[in-house]
T-cell receptor
Framework: AQKVTQAQTEISVVEKEDVTLDCVYE???????LFWYKQPPSGELVFLIR??????QNEISGRYSWNFQKSTSSFNFTITASQVVDSAVYFC?????????????FGQGTILTVHP | NAGVTQTPKFRVLKTGQSMTLLCAQD?????MYWYRQDPGMGLRLIHY???????AKGEVPDGYNVSRLKKQNFLLGLESAAPSQTSVYFC?????????????FGPGTRLTVT
């Protein structure tokens, strides 16, 4: 069975602080994909990043960076110099490399509030 | 390019009433999904479709039915709504079930069953 755990239910920071959102996953598959989605107050889910299980290189995109560590089954997301517009619910998700169907297993989500 | 759209955006139902949620995508995606989002539980898959005319059960299918008569549309039906179905419903689509293709989500439908 697959599972994604986002242990931080809510995080509150002040603008310009750095913040890391944790994601730990469980799977028996050797090939899988990890995703992060952002859900701003408007409600839609916005795709942020996809990482496959064979690519452990960290990725940076502007103020966003992702640290994938297979040894600890973690795929953490860091926002540098946070801004009020970063306030949202962030979801980590796991997807199997499977021919059955492309089910995304989501974590519970982390509510990030960035105060001015 | 509208992407994935959902109709309606909000709905209030009384227990026992029925309704259909419509999802439409204009990206020519083969695969479509219906999720529900509940506080503290992330998103859970209700039903999915791998192509026109085919549907299958997901993680929490009870109380819902779906149909995919046209490739671009995926309908989610509640035959007899229950308060436990109060939730936010998201439709998603993807080009392939291959895991490298991310799912694109609609804006969601907030359903309240009283």
């Amino acid at each position: 069975a697959q599972k994604v755990t986002q242990a931080q239910t809510e995080i509150s920071v002040v603008e310009k602080e750095d913040v890391t959102l944790d994601c730990v996953y469980e799977t028996r598959d050797t090939t899988y994909y990890l995703f992060w989605y952002k859900q701003p107050p408007s409600g839609e889910l916005v795709f942020l990043i996809r990482r496959n299980s064979f690519d452990e290189q960290n990725e940076i995109s502007g103020r966003y960076s992702w640290n994938f560590q297979k040894s600890t089954s973690s795929f953490n997301f860091t926002i540098t110099a946070s801004q009020v517009v970063d306030s949202a619910v962030y979801f980590c998700a796991l997807k199997r490399e499977s021919t059955s169907y492309g089910k995304l297993t989501f974590g519970q989500g982390t509510i990030l509030t960035v105060h001015p | 390019n509208a992407g994935v759209t959902q109709t309606p955006k909000f709905r209030v139902l009384k227990t026992g009433q029925s309704m259909t949620l419509l999802c439409a995508q204009d990206m020519n995606h083969e695969y479509m999904y219906w999720y529900r989002q509940d506080p503290g539980m992330g998103l859970r898959l209700i039903h999915y479709s791998v192509g026109e005319g085919t549907t299958a059960k997901g993680e929490v299918p009870d109380g819902y039915n779906v149909s995919r008569l046209k490739k671009q549309n995926f309908l989610l039906g509640l035959e007899s709504a229950a308060p436990s179905q109060t939730s936010v419903y998201f439709c998603a689509s993807s080009y392939s079930m291959g895991s490298s293709y991310e799912q694109y989500f609609g804006p969601g439908t907030r359903l309240t069953v009283t």
